[in-house]
């Protein structure tokens, strides 16, 4: 199945409402202001949407919610993500009848796997799914790196439409981007905020920042400006977002992890912003004091985010 996707897509928060229920009125007010702002499609169900920690039912209501709501305007894409091969066609099955037009999947994880287990999990999802198969490089979280010759074998053999990379490995990036070059149709966009314009640069197709969230405007602005070969002003707009990036490290060490930091900053952000009702993010995740969040709105304010109305460029 050709599915060929390109340009800035926002993996989307999850607005949660303070009891910790999904804020349908708050996710629905965030696509609005991402699809205004210019992007090329939406991921849902993504580590920057507290997929691991939502219920089965909670993540089917944000697909199903998204889906009907943004139609036929732009691409949505549902993570299905979880420890083993049966669960994630459960996943699959789930995410694709709530009107998901592809999927993304990691490796299997919590048991290390043999990259022999980790080709035969995706030949099983792909054949499963009756949509395409986008895979999502994230050894932070799965504890495996994709190798590039088993991503680029499983797009030879079209089982894979695509990949998602958040190793951080760029290197490894380029070698997956140069070998997509034979294979028309297989989109490589990378997940990270603060390299966008070197991905893009080594021919990525795309983006998948988490903090697109707070500035889809920056994005699409790096997006189209690595497009048309202004590289310079491409360098300012990605120095730019990587000192608005710098709102990640505003929660304290000493009491939370990396994710609730991060998270809670771009939920932060969001509130700040006017575009979501509640910041809080899932449990057990920490949440930001009210010093650290009135720091991630020194953040905004420093990149011009903070102003009338939450539609501000």
Do not use: W
Request: some cysteine; overall charge neutral.
């Amino acid at each position: 199945m050709t599915f060929q996707l390109t340009g800035v897509v926002p993996p989307v928060c999850t607005p949660l409402t303070p009891e910790r229920e999904v804020d349908e009125p708050s996710l629905l007010r965030l696509v609005d202001f991402l699809v205004e702002a210019g992007v090329h499609g939406l991921f849902l169900l993504g580590s920057t949407s507290e997929a691991a920690f939502l219920t089965d039912a909670q993540r089917r209501r944000v697909v199903a919610a998204v889906t009907a709501h943004v139609g036929d305007r732009l691409p949505v894409l549902a993570g299905a993500i979880d420890m083993t091969t049966p669960r994630v066609l459960d996943h699959v099955a789930a995410v694709t009848a709530a009107g998901a037009r592809a999927v993304v999947v990691t490796a299997p994880f919590y048991a290390r796997t043999h990259p022999a287990e980790i080709v035969h999990h995706y030949r099983r999802v792909a054949a499963a799914s009756p949509v395409p198969v986008i895979a999502y490089d994230i050894p932070a979280a799965v504890h495996t790196k994709l190798p590039a010759d088993v991503v680029l074998g499983l797009a030879a053999d079209g089982v894979l439409a695509g990949l998602k990379d958040s190793s951080g490995d760029l290197a490894a990036f380029r070698e997956v981007v140069a070998g997509a070059r034979a294979r028309p149709g297989f989109s490589v966009l990378t997940g990270s905020e603060l390299i966008a314009d070197a991905a893009l640069a080594l021919g990525a197709d795309g983006a998948v920042p988490g903090l697109a969230n707070v500035d889809p405007h920056g994005y699409v602005r790096l997006y189209r400006r690595c497009r048309a070969g202004d590289h310079e002003g491409a360098r300012a707009e990605q120095e730019r977002l990587c000192a608005l990036f710098g709102m990640t490290g505003v929660g304290d060490p000493a009491r939370m992890g990396g994710s609730s930091a991060a998270l809670g900053a771009f939920k932060a952000a969001l509130h700040l912003r006017g575009i979501i009702d509640c910041p809080v993010t899932a449990e057990p995740q920490v949440p930001l004091s009210g010093a650290e969040v009135e720091r991630v709105g020194k953040f905004l304010a420093a990149a011009g985010l903070l102003g009338p109305g939450p539609h501000r460029p």
